[in-house]
């Protein structure tokens, strides 16, 4: 989230799309009523009328993958009728800024200028600004105070050499009238997108469309926010990070991002998701969001840094989060002398190392060992009947969990031959959230440390303490008996034992960071050097664990804090946990006052220029003031306001036009899912050119012919992603014990299908038999004129439980991916109904 | 001592079911162990009505309208009645009023009659079976004398539920209804305040009493006159069956050991 949960009460209109939050993060109806109750409207979009819709303001039905339309004409509703937030706009996004003419987007194939048919992807070169000057990187005295340049810290001795980054600062247009600025060309990019073709594409009346759109508006007035709740349901597509730029581009046109009350805000999808991506457990990521190198694009450190760097911003410092954390990986193995240990680190190469990818690897022989931790692809993987084939094609699969999962029983699934199966399976019971300590990350960026109340039962252990003891074999072995690359292993720096055994304030201290010569805990990130002296494990959250009074103590931690000081009132409790970066709690919030500082509006106010110094209720996420380096309470002189809001971005701008990093256009298009009965009525191409494994054999992509019923995933209140915890539990096996797939009225009495009655939903990838809720919660789409019918079914069922058992959903899910992050697409795709 | 009242707002609820789980949780109540056991209400109801082990359901509503649809939450339990039937009908007084207003079933002296299950025009208590005893919402009592909140009200995430003086309660469900009607909703009712001589639980039906399923005019059964007179015929009755059998066995009236025709027969035939 770029808020967090607290925050939403201060809203003047909330959006839910693709979110069910009621039902998902049912506490946070407590804050949304809170808004209501001053005048907020709530607003939910879904295909289905959910528990969240039935407390809803206005609700509005949407086919299943067609949010770009629906952003598209709301970001064309918005522009045609003036309501963007103008000063905010101007001031603080690259609406003004001059693109590069080569530029362009032809709707007739659908695709942005830069696609190579052979290599199936972008040349992303003309997605670009034209440039008005260059500055090259300063490595000495910054002109405007006569002292070395914040930059200038790459001069210093055992900072890595790497080929210093230029800022290119882009050419402007102040009065956005030029047609190669981002605003002319955004608004050309989405005149397609009118409130009858969005009708058309999305199944949702023009009426309802236009109420929904028209309140959410109202929130482009300068003193209101609006704040857009979303989850799975837009992730969960080929397109699944558009749909979010798409929330991105609304809310800066509303003004609405670094505002009380405002934001586009993730509700995750586990207790501690936010924890694991922040971590870097992802494939394509280290700690803290730094992308993971490619070997054969950063081959070296120099080349990593010269390439990841930007010449200004905030991300100028990326070098000494880069040291930071080899430092803290490889510890004293890494000097400047081996860069750091750079080489040591995995990178990627040409195969897709995420979820689906790893499946894929496992049917080519190439993967042939698994660990799943706290994971059950049994039953949550997409294409879930083709993950458990290839889990007989393993030689070893260790699952950790704290109940016998699916995935640990998929060799004696109902309908499975044991007897084919060669995969030795090891199941390590895993110690629940109270029978250990560590912390928690929630949806809004708090960490908090939570504490041990009981012992695990029997053998059960701490995730860390079976990592920990893992570790230690595996050095042990390397050690004795080599293999490839044993170093990378032996030399690894696990100072995480206290007493011999595993400790994990020691790891907390790590992530924290510290001065690698007398271990000191460093006070946040801006300590942070790239000379090899500091280290840090997650730079993110350095700042969370600081306290060097007490560093075994988490209790007198940042993060052990429970204090409920709420300054101005807006629910930003400072001292409750520890939000990353640096307690900051609203991301952006130099975007909450005007271009003098002044808050667009008083009553949430989070930072302020009184004219000769800045007042705040939230850390600043701007340069704000100088402080004595001996001692920080002391101010030196005050930073008077400029218009850098967004600090990470090297223009210091929001980015309307998405010129680095998206692999499928700058701009939000609409693409049909990978399964659908509906030609894209946009442009050209019928899905996103950019999606992944969209050819591989596994997929068995459905012929709309054969199935042209759309069907979705989604979670309920009363059970937990793949049901492990749940349906073991008798209380909530018996809340909600049956798998069901809701259908509407009209395609059941097309079917023959009665309310109870078991019913097959299947397609080429599997087919499995569960009860028909029939309700008038769903209801055909008209989709320009033909009928198109939607079913949805709940994934917390499997074959493993002792109470309450049944199909699993993901068996007709389809392996295709984002095109940037590879993200299943759960969430649309073809099956047919019938009566079993 | 003043009286206290549940007051349950279905405009809040998001029927997410915790209520119903923390009440089992907290009164150590079980759920069926038989795998795959459960019934499938074809909604999201969880079964089909209160039973023997459970106090507290969430019932689901659905209703499609040319406005949209309606889809009407109802907290089902006890409603604590001033007039409580449970209570008159309870012939060993296991069913009694506190004075806060809870309508209390003790498990100890309750001797499975059923005669309460009877009774309730809302049909709320149920038979254990195993138990041989009958089950209903307590207002938990035994949290509420410690000034605790009942569990259902204190797990409440969406803040549908509050406890408090009656009158408040009362208070707080006109005022809601007020705003509801202000909204939009014009069927939105207050149920219990004057229902069954007044009720301790209270219900904020948004889309009205019929589309929640609530009993408009609640009235305890007509037999349940009968049952005055019958409670103390029936004691009478029952201590006359004992005071006559025992008076029968001091005087042996109507009861001749020497007369028995079979002991008489044997030793005839024997004899022979």
Redesign the interface.
Known sequence: MTNHFCDFKNADVILAIGSNNAENHPVTMAWVQEARAKGAKYIVVDPRFTRSAALADIYAPLRSGTDIAFYGGLMKYIIDNDLWQKDYVKDYTNATFLVNPAYKFDEATGLFSGWDDKENKYAVDDWKYQVAEVKPWNTGLDPKTGKPAATAYVTAAGVPKFELPAAKVAKKDPTMQDPQCVWQLMKKHYERYTPEMVSKVTGCPEEKLLEVWETFAASGAPAKSGTILYAMGQTQHTYGSQNVRAMALVQMLLGNIGVAGGGINALRGEANVQGSTDMGTLANTWPAYMNTPTAAKYPDLAAYLAGETPGAGFKTNLPKWVVSYLKEVYGPYATFGNDYAYDMLPKLNKVNHTHIGVFESVSEGIVKGMMCWGQNPAVAGPNSTFERKMMAKLDWLVAVDLWETETMQFWKAPGVDSAAIQTEVFMLPAAAHYEKQGTISNSGRWVQWRYKALDPPGEAKDDFEIMHELYKKLKELFEAEAGPNPEQLTKLYWPYETDGKSDITKVARGMNGYTVADGKLVKNFPLLKADGSTACGVWIYSGYYNNNDAPGDPTKQPTGSRLKDDPGELGLFPKWSFSWPVNRRIVYNRASADITGKPWNPARMLVEWTGTEWKNNDVPDFAFKVTDPKDAKIVLSWIPPNNTAFIMQSDGAGHLFGLNGMKDGPFPEHYEPFETPVTNLFNGRQSNPGLTFGKAASVKPGDPKKYPIVCTTYRLTEHWQTGGMTRNIPWLAEAMPKMFVEISLELAEEKGITNGDQVRVFNDRGSIEMAAMVTPRFKPFDIDGKTVHQVGMPWHWGYASGYATGAIANDLTPNVGDANSSIPEYKAYLVNVEKA | MAENAILYDS??C?????C??QC??WNML????V??G???T???Q??SDLNGDTRLLIEFR?E?TTS??E?A?SRRACFHCTNAACAEACPVGAISKLDDGTVNLDRAKCVGCKYCNAACPFGVPKFRGELGVSNKCTLCNDRTARGLLPACVKTC???ALSYGPRADMIAAGKKRVEDLQAEGFDKAELYGESEMGGMHSLFVAKFGLDAHGLVRDPKAPDSIALWHLLKPLTGLGVAAVFGGLGISFLTGIGYKRDASNVGASKSEEEGQ
């Not at chain 2, 998001?14 to 915790?18: M, N």
């Open positions: 405009s809040k998001s029927a997410c079911k915790g119903s789980v089992k949780q079980p759920s069926s162990l795998k795959d459960y019934e499938f074809g909604s999201y969880s079964m659905e499609d949209g649809i889809w939450f995430p969406a803040h």
